[in-house]
């Protein structure tokens, strides 16, 4: 049996549960209210999901309260909890194929992927978190001797997350990983256009001994489940991950409540500046290609801008369009395919509005620009390249989440470093050189939060991750992520 044949079979054979989980419990919603879910490999029903909202989110912040207040997990000692993580990690492990395609069958991204990436990214996060959460030292201030100030981090209470559907496990472990390690209970919000992989999170890490209440998941609607959790009074920190649009709501729906802490990682628009001087222009296309076109185009910190120097534009662009067949969509069943699905009918319209505003702007398409795969049922398009951009076309300004590269040239880096910033956001960036000065001073001149040097797609959990301007606040991963979910308390005690 060919692995094409053996993922089919498996997706045939999966169960899917679409119920929420609130303390402990797979349940449906209050209401009983479910909506459909449908996957963009090929347009199938892939069952009811509950459709959770502002009823099934009072119950959970209740229960995740209750659960913090009694010290269930709060209280077990670091060691306690970093043990239990890491088997929730290991128990991700073993269930790596059915993790893996729930989330490609929800939405649409490579099965090779989902495998290599998310179930892998999500489990080491966990794993990551969990070894580090005994590590973690608290400070003494250098306070005068009759006096002894301690500095200690606490958890802050009751965690709303609310995550998008490009990486669904992977931005729910970012946010679950810092939050559980450090003490607090968590209701979790999927996306509504990819639920299932965090319903079974939930089941993983009950089996692992998180205890019941501590970690909840309610999928739902934005405007539903989302805004409640962003409005309620009892959560104390809502972490979101999502676009900007709604990032914003997110800020004013914490300040018009309880003030909780607002955490957001937004969207991007990021600029890939490739000088002439570059080191090893096959390497830089390669990455630049790559990291447009992974995922469907379908990430926040995809160079969507290219900058290159007039001077080797014409030879990126022949070798960047040699790369483009490899990326054709194919069945994202299939292990050997790199390209699959946009994650649902809507996103698919946006895409192609903005191919359709390149065109009618005057840009030069030299790769894609159309649907593919429209027999199987589901939502593929063609990784589009277009040249000749100018700055003020909206496929140069506006995030479009999709796999749509635009390349704009340059003469003078002052003045691609000035375009690259000219942009509300501030995500990623990149500049390829082999002068070191340049590199540093285009680095630091570039306004983001993380900056590339010669590589795009380097990735770690070690390194934070998160934005300047309106690509959000905070950081995601590495211990920088603690400060989200802690509060600092000082206690003065006199000598
Ligand atoms: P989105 O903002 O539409 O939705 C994100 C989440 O918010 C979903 O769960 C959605 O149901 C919920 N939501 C929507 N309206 C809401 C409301 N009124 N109140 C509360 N919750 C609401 O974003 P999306 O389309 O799911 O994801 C794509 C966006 O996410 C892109 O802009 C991308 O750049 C961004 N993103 C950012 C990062 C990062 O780390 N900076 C990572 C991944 C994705």
Redesign the pocket.
């Known amino acids: 049996m060919n692995d094409f044949a053996s993922w089919h079979e498996r997706a045939r054979a999966l169960s899917i549960d679409g119920r929420a989980v609130i303390d402990g419990k797979r349940v449906p919603s209050r209401t009983g209210q479910q909506f459909d879910n449908r996957s963009p490999v090929d347009g199938r029903e892939l069952g009811p999901v509950a459709r959770c909202g502002p009823e099934d989110v009072e119950v959970a912040v209740a229960n995740a309260r209750a659960a913090f207040d009694d010290g269930r997990w709060a209280s077990l000692a670091p060691a306690k909890r970093k043990r239990i993580l890491i088997k929730f990690a290991d128990l991700m492990e073993q269930h790596r194929d059915e993790l893996a395609l729930l989330e490609t069958l929800d939405m649409g991204k490579p099965i090779k992927y989902s495998l290599a990436v998310d179930v892998a990214g999500a489990a080491n996060c966990i794993r990551w978190y969990g070894e580090a959460i005994d590590k973690v030292y608290g400070e003494i201030a250098p306070t005068p001797a009759d006096s002894l100030a301690l500095i200690t981090r606490e958890a802050v209470g009751v965690v709303g997350a609310?995550?998008?559907?490009?990486?669904p496990m992977l931005?729910a472990s970012?946010k679950i990983g810092p939050a559980l390690a450090a003490g607090n209970s968590v209701v979790l919000?999927?996306?509504?256009?990819s639920p299932l992989s965090a319903l079974r999170l939930a089941d993983l890490a009950l089996e692992a001994g998180i205890p019941p209440g501590v970690f909840n998941v309610l999928p739902?609607?934005?405007?539903e489940?989302?805004?409640a959790?962003?409005l309620h009074m009892d959560v104390d920190c809502i972490a979101?991950?999502?676009?900007?649009?709604?990032?914003k709501?997110?800020v004013q729906?914490a300040g018009q409540s309880n003030l909780k802490r607002a955490w957001?990682?937004?969207?991007?628009k990021s600029a890939n500046i490739v000088c002439a001087d570059c080191p090893d222009l096959d390497a830089a296309v390669a990455a630049s290609i790559g990291s447009i076109f992974f995922n469907q185009g379908?990430?926040?910190?995809a160079p969507s801008r290219l900058f290159v120097e007039e001077l080797i534009r014409e030879r990126f662009i022949e070798k960047a369009l040699a790369m483009v067949p490899a990326f054709a969509p194919g069945d994202p069943l299939d292990a050997g395919t790199v390209m699959g699905a946009i994650?649902d009918d809507i996103?698919l319209a946006t895409v192609m509005k903005y191919i359709g505003e390149g065109k009618a702007a005057g840009a030069r398409l030299l790769a894609g620009g159309e649907r593919v795969r429209l027999d199987t049922g589901g939502y593929y398009v063609a990784p589009t390249i277009f040249d000749g951009v100018d700055a003020g076309m909206s496929i140069a300004r506006e995030?479009i989440?999709g796999p749509v590269l635009s390349v704009l040239s340059f003469t003078s880096l002052d003045e691609a470093v000035r375009q690259a910033n000219a942009t509300p956001y501030g995500?990623h960036a990149a500049v390829w050189t082999a002068d070191l000065s340049k590199a540093i001073r285009t680095s630091r001149a570039l306004r983001a939060g993380t900056v590339h040097v010669n590589q795009y797609d380097n990735d770690d959990i070690t390194v934070p991750?998160?934005?300047y301007k309106q690509?959000?606040n905070g950081r995601?991963k590495s211990l920088h992520a603690f400060d989200k979910y802690t509060e600092l308390k000082t206690t003065w005690i006199q000598v």
């Open positions: 609310i995550v998008p559907w490009n990486y931005m970012w919000k999927p996306s509504e256009k739902g609607y934005g405007n489940a989302g805004s959790l962003a979101f991950t999502g676009s900007t649009r709604v990032g709501q997110i729906m957001t990682e937004l969207g991007g379908e990430s926040c910190n994650v996103q995030e989440f995500l991750f998160g934005g690509s959000g995601d």
